[in-house]
């Protein structure tokens, strides 16, 4: 083959190789689209769960992420607003915890200016949203259900379930370590809060994370109310 071809062939390889480079790098790199959940999948197991939330924790160099803070039991306000120091607030998830009863998971979003009055407000503004659920409900147990929701929610119960927080690594690691945290699972870097999907564990879910009995009687005195 005359030298002029030899180095054609070659300049040709050259390029195919480097694009090649290129575009395996590109694919090495981690990329995240569409909507990412922040808590367990439908039946996994909870303990496995538990280990994926750990390793999610950025680097203490990374910047800021969201994150699902889970906790080992329902709270009222003020102990759960103490749980998100050095982090920023943004949202808070209650539910009731009647022993046996499927209860609703409610979501208020929260400027995070002052954790405990604002999670407060969100609590009272929970229990008109039970209330006026139990006005739309036919009679009968779901009816039962949200006035005994509504009415806990009112009386101030420990009902916070879960918290979304933004924070960078070392912040996220620091409310991860507090007594009555049980997971901080983070979300990818850069993840927009509009494509996050939450769904909390629940704190009696212990072994896997599936339906809670719906089995139980609602009290009578708090069906009332």
Do not use: K, N
Not at 84 to 94: A, E, K, P, Q
Not at 104 to 111: E, M, N, Q, T, V
């Amino acid at each position: 083959m005359p030298s002029r071809a030899r180095w054609a062939v070659l300049a040709v390889l050259f390029v195919v190789f480097g694009v090649t480079v290129v575009v395996a790098g590109q694919r090495a790199e981690p990329v995240h689209s569409g909507v990412q959940r922040l808590g367990p999948e439908a039946a996994e197991p909870v303990a496995h769960y538990l280990r994926r939330a750990g390793a999610s924790l950025p680097g203490g160099t990374a910047g800021p992420v969201w994150a699902l803070v889970a906790l080992d039991s329902y709270l009222m306000p003020e102990p759960a607003a103490d749980l998100t120091r050095g982090v920023r607030l943004s949202r808070v998830i209650f539910r009731v915890p009647l022993p046996r009863v499927q209860t609703a998971l409610i979501s208020r979003d929260l400027p995070g200016q002052r954790p405990v009055t604002e999670l407060a407000e969100a609590m009272r503004s929970a229990a008109q949203d039970r209330l006026g659920a139990s006005r739309a409900a036919p009679s009968g147990r779901a009816a039962a259900v949200a006035v005994a929701e509504a009415g806990q929610l009112r009386s101030g119960c420990a009902c916070v379930l879960a918290l979304l927080v933004f924070g960078d690594g070392d912040a996220l690691r620091a409310v991860a370590a507090r007594p009555g945290v049980r997971a901080v699972h983070a979300a990818f870097p850069d993840t927009p809060l509009q494509d996050l999907a939450i769904s909390p564990l629940l704190p009696e879910q212990v072994y896997l994370a599936g339906p809670v009995p719906d089995d139980g009687q609602v009290p009578a005195d708090l069906a009332g109310r």
